[in-house]
């Protein structure tokens, strides 16, 4: 018992061991760096290529022929074990069963589609572990750009308590202001509390998926405010050649394999078989005999046939299904990008520069004894949440063109709307319209 519990904790500490050296050559800072590791490691992708190694293999064997048989013994032996002069013989055959070489072609094409079917496959569940991986690295790096915007703004209410703190000193201001003051400092701290949450539930779906351990610690991520570089390209239009449409596709040829096969059931293989008899007292005999099925029974035929055709069709009718997902996921990715820019576009140019320059002047003026302390907490509210919600735009617009460009290389399904578009948007929204609500009152 006690070397089975010396064993397990050697054995945890390799593997802590290993994810540590492994954590240690990953470029944090590449998101695409993080999202092709992730697809390396994935158990899927190892999967998929164990699959694929075992269908070659699976081709040699297609359509070969199946082993000879050997026969041996005694033919016409008496019953009182006594030989019959002109009957008993000593034997020596063989037999081989002949596949037509349509029958071969046949399970040759069919193993070889298969392999091709899987390998596509494996660039379906690559293209997606990858949009997987970039999401999670994208709630990261927009949860740490959020906590350092929030800290600035921090810093600016640090000097409004100071302000008003120096003005209740001088009796200037009353007590519920210092409050007033410091509640709203407080919120900044919740915030950055409830966006902390959400980026340990997002380093929670990345570490898993790069078989990291969940104590591993993820660097400061960082999202860049420009997005020139970042665009959607290609067509809103999925073509046959789309990996996952394109294992559809293959799975349909082989399907036509199979019909080919049942149909191929009517003219059943040929069988060879070749003796030599020894005769003790008589000339030695040679036999060479034929055989076929005789494929009368029709009715254990045609529902094979009916079975494949049916299985075709049904793979046949998953083309257009998958088509009609693709086109949606890759539409709703091109209209999230749409949004989240021309959202990035107002917030940089109209909403972000205005709130802070009225925290600014607001700060100023209260300063100078122009304005009331509810003009100042309700600009630097307001700069708080446009700042949140600046960062939560360059997300879905980041992680937008990651689910086009994921659809467009494979993927069989998109992330936006998903569960997989994180939970950052509901977290910030919830305590965004939390926040507003308890300023209105």
């Known amino acids: 018992m006690l070397s089975r519990f010396v064993a397990l904790a050697a054995f945890n500490l390799l593997t802590l061991a290993g994810g540590a050296a492994f954590a240690a050559t990953i470029d944090w800072r590449d998101a695409n760096a993080v999202a092709r590791a992730a697809a390396d490691r994935h158990p899927a992708t190892r999967r998929i290529e164990a699959e694929a190694r075992s269908a070659r293999e699976r081709i040699t064997t297609a359509g070969a022929y199946p082993n000879p048989m050997v026969m041996a013994g005694i033919q016409d032996l008496q019953v009182d074990l006594t030989h019959d002069r002109m009957m008993s013989m000593y034997m020596i055959g063989a037999s081989q069963t002949i596949p037509r070489r349509s029958r071969r072609q046949a399970l040759r094409s069919a193993a070889e589609l298969d392999v091709r079917r899987i390998e596509l496959e494996g660039a379906s569940v690559r293209a997606e572990a990858e949009c997987d991986a970039l999401f999670a690295w994208y709630d990261i790096a927009a949860a740490d750009s959020q906590i350092r915007s929030l800290s600035e703004v921090g810093k600016a209410l640090d000097a409004i308590v100071e302000a008003v703190r120096a003005r209740y000193e001088a009796g200037s201001a009353i007590q519920a202001d210092i409050v007033r003051a410091q509640l709203q400092r407080s919120q900044i701290d919740h915030q950055i509390l409830t966006t902390t949450g959400t980026r340990r539930s997002a380093v929670a779906r990345l570490l898993p998926l790069l078989e990291l351990p969940l104590t591993t610690d993820v660097p400061i991520l960082h999202l860049a405010h420009s997005t020139e570089e970042r665009t959607i390209s290609g067509l809103r239009e999925i073509a046959d050649t789309h990996p996952a449409l394109a294992a559809l596709l293959t799975d349909v040829e082989r399907r036509g394999q199979e019909i080919r096969l049942a149909e191929l059931l009517k ?144 993927a069989r399904r998109g992330a936006i709307g998903g569960a997989a578009m994180s939970s950052q948007s509901a977290n910030v929204s919830m305590s965004s319209s939390a926040t507003s609500s308890t300023e209105m009152k």
């Open 267 to 410: 003219r059943p293989d040929i069988n060879l078989e070749a003796s030599y008899g020894m005769r003790p007292y008589e000339k030695d005999m040679f036999s060479l005999t034929a055989r076929i099925e005789l494929p009368v029974r029709r009715r254990t035929i045609e529902p094979r046939l009916r079975e494949a055709i049916a299985e075709r069709d049904v793979a046949t009718a998953r083309i257009e299904e998958l088509r009609r997902t693709l086109l949606a996921d890759l539409g709703a990715a091109w209209e999230a990008h749409a949004e989240a820019t021309r959202q990035l576009e107002f917030h940089a140019e109209r909403l972000v520069p205005q709130s802070k320059l009225a925290l600014d002047s607001t700060r100023a003026a209260y300063e100078g004894g122009q304005t009331t302390l509810d003009a100042v907490l309700s600009s630097a509210a307001a700069y708080r949440l446009l700042e949140i919600n600046n960062y939560d735009y360059l997300a879905r617009h980041i992680k937008a063109i990651a689910d086009f460009q994921a659809i467009q290389r494979g």
